[in-house]
């Protein structure tokens, strides 16, 4: 099951895909809106600990699922409005990122996510409380170290590819730059 770190791996990894030139001086924004994104989905455990003190309680529910990861991707592509501290990147950007970890959740665990909410719906079973959230997003976060690998071994063979064959051509979504 991918925690934060393995989220957060693959979501930058989805932005590598897409993204082809330097932010500059906004990178630090950038990761930090990718790391934001990337994890989005899980806002359900943060509610359901702060509603119910059981994270498991909305788990895999609404925010996992293509409706939320579209208008997610559209909110925040125009995030950047709110302030300066916001990066400005595209909505395709943001809904790969964001639906990065949806099929993330969907390959890495035997868990349904709920997809095709709202024609299916999918909870996770169990109770865990705030101790026990903080206690996997902490230690258990080392099981994403194959998934770290696998990505930063991704981004690394896109990189050397895109530096060896610059004229390569790739789909227009990829080429079109981000505002």
């Given amino acids: 099951m991918p925690f934060p770190l393995g989220h957060t791996a693959i979501g930058l990894a989805a932005y590598n895909t897409i993204q082809t030139s330097s932010h500059g001086s906004s990178r630090w924004k950038a990761l930090a809106f990718i790391v934001v994104l990337a994890n989005l989905p899980d806002i359900d455990v943060i509610a359901g600990l702060v509603l119910n003190a059981n994270g498991n309680l909305y788990h895999r529910g609404p925010t996992h699922s293509l409706i939320f990861a579209i208008v997610a991707g559209y909110l925040a592509a125009h995030a950047w409005r709110l302030g300066p501290f916001i990066p400005r990147l595209r909505f395709s950007l943001c809904f790969l990122i964001i639906?990065?970890?949806?099929?993330?959740?969907?390959?890495?665990?035997?868990?349904?996510?709920?997809?095709?909410?709202?024609?299916?719906?999918?909870?996770?079973?169990?109770?865990?409380?705030?101790?026990?959230?903080?206690?996997?997003?902490?230690?258990?976060?080392?099981?994403?170290?194959?998934?770290?690998?696998?990505?930063?071994?991704?981004?690394?063979?896109?990189?050397?590819?895109?530096?060896?064959?610059?004229?390569?051509?790739?789909?227009?979504?990829?080429?079109?730059?981000?505002?």
């Fill in 99 to 179: 639906f990065s970890h949806v099929l993330a959740d969907m390959v890495f665990t035997a868990s349904p996510v709920s997809l095709l909410w709202p024609f299916e719906v999918y909870w996770s079973i169990g109770s865990s409380g705030w101790g026990s959230v903080i206690h996997s997003v902490i230690f258990s976060s080392l099981q994403d170290v194959g998934i770290l690998l696998g990505s930063i071994a991704y981004i690394y063979v896109l990189l050397m590819v895109r530096k060896w064959l610059p004229d390569l051509r790739v789909p227009a979504l990829a080429r079109r730059r981000i505002r």
